[in-house]
């Protein structure tokens, strides 16, 4: 039975109110911030360290900070697993400065009280934990359920770099390897997982392009920066730059992906390899050895299902890119050159009209007319025309095109290969006097295709002269290997050869 929980039986409760609240940018700047200490050094991170890179982040961006409910981090003291502070060092006793202008002093303690607010804050929602140490050293810890988020945040705030090509060579060295004979469970596990996400970033690329489709339209209309800064500030560099481009000028996926096919092939056809694998995979599955066996297999079978959805993928992705560009396009034009797209010339042309241009009402027969309001009676109809209305001659055009077509097509019949043409074909080859066999009457590429019609003629077409008689084997002729058939007269007595 699902937990009810679901992720929160493992996320505290408020894990995501840092980033719901008024300085939601700075909580996840912190927290970058905080993630890029946490790699960079090989310990854990002292408080007085974190305090301070907070306290220089929030100095420079002090003017832009919010006010926040003191009750936001009112549980900051009862959470579980977080020791209580001492007094001393309880940063929470100062109050947010309502002024800029302050002394250097009184500033260095109101931005350490302020770093210390944020800390507070966000040990409380559970991103990090706080440890004091055997020697009274106060760390700062990640959280295990809270790193997943950081790297997100972190590859959020670095930009959405997607390398195609890793995914590919990652599947092609695990699986074409020395190490997948000897560790076979643990690559075909990290195949699948790359396989995955090579598929989940083409999605993700592709679904990326349909929401700024949708933006161009919804945003773009009214002014033409707007258009040009969706297209040539966010779509290209967000979208074509990062990942389109890339992916359309990488060659690893066909590079090595008939490799990875055959390797796939073999390990499935290999007994003894997915034995041993499913006996090493057992100890982590923790089933019986043939369910092993059958998940290895599965894997197997869905890494190559997805390297073969790729090719799918990449066209649903250039189908969007097209339209993308088709419709950003058109509406650039639309603001830089009206007149070039054909919205922009019936503009002009009702503002012509309706402008009292002379030349334009001459040029153009229309039925716009002034009205003051629009209503349903103002919907333009057709009106019917009397049956046998055929007023309207045709135009000298339109005839000499009707009589081009006639022409191409009584031209066309003429070439055309009918019974009677081919009946005629075998009467000259002396079908008139004697059996014909395949093989005399196949002498050239215009001679074979005649031969072709005359047996489909002949098994099909009841009005044909000639009767189709098999014989056993096959006939050569001109470089041509035939059935061995007879074509005889109807009507006339079967004679030998």
Known sequence: MPNSQGVFSVLPENFFSPLASPNRRHYAALLVL??????????????????????????????????????????????????KEPAEHQELAFDMPETAGAAAQGNT??????????????????????????????????????????????????GLKTEYESHVVNVYSSLCGETVRENGHFMVLKAREEARSLIDSLKVLSQSIKGYYDDLNDKAHGEAAAALHEHYDLYAGE????????????????????????????????????????????RIL?????????????????????????????????????????????????????????AGKVGSLIKAIYAGNGEARERLAHGLYRVSFLSPASVSLRRERGEGDFSASPSKADMEAVAQNEAEFFERMKKRLSIKKVGQWLDGEGGTEKILAAAGLIKDDASYIRFVYALLYGDSR?????????????????????PAVRFRKKGREKERL
């Open 34 to 83: 905080y993630y890029r200490l946490f790699q960079e050094n090989m310990r854990s991170l002292e408080r007085e360290l974190v305090v301070r890179e907070f306290m220089n982040y929030l100095g420079l961006h002090r003017d832009s900070l919010a006010e926040e409910d003191d009750a936001a981090d009112g549980d900051a003291a009862g959470n579980a697993g977080n020791a």
């Open 286 to 342: 923790q089933t019986s050895r043939e369910e092993c066996r059958k998940k290895l297999a599965a894997m197997l079978e869905e890494i190559r299902d997805d390297l073969r959805a790729v090719d799918p993928l990449e066209d649903e992705i250039d189908r969007r890119n097209a339209a993308y560009s088709r419709a950003s396009t058109e509406i650039i034009k639309a603001y830089i050159e009206p007149d070039s797209t054909i």
């Open 109 to 158: 303690v109101d931005e350490r009280a302020l770093a210390g607010r944020f800390l507070r804050r966000l040990i409380a929602a559970g991103w990090l934990g706080e440890e004091t140490l055997a020697d009274f050293t106060r760390v700062i810890n990640i959280t295990a359920w809270g790193k997943p988020f950081f790297e997100a945040l972190v590859r959020m705030d670095e």
């Open 239 to 282: 979208v074509l730059d990062r990942a389109y481009k890339r992916l359309k000028t990488s060659d690893n996926v066909s590079r090595y992906r008939q490799a990875i096919f055959h390797q796939i092939a073999a390990l499935l056809s290999d007994d003894a390899w997915l034995d041993e694998s499913a006996h090493k995979y057992l």
């Open 462 to 482: 009841p009005g044909f002269d000639y009767a189709v008689e098999d014989e056993s084997g096959r006939a050569e002729a001109a470089a041509y290997s035939v």
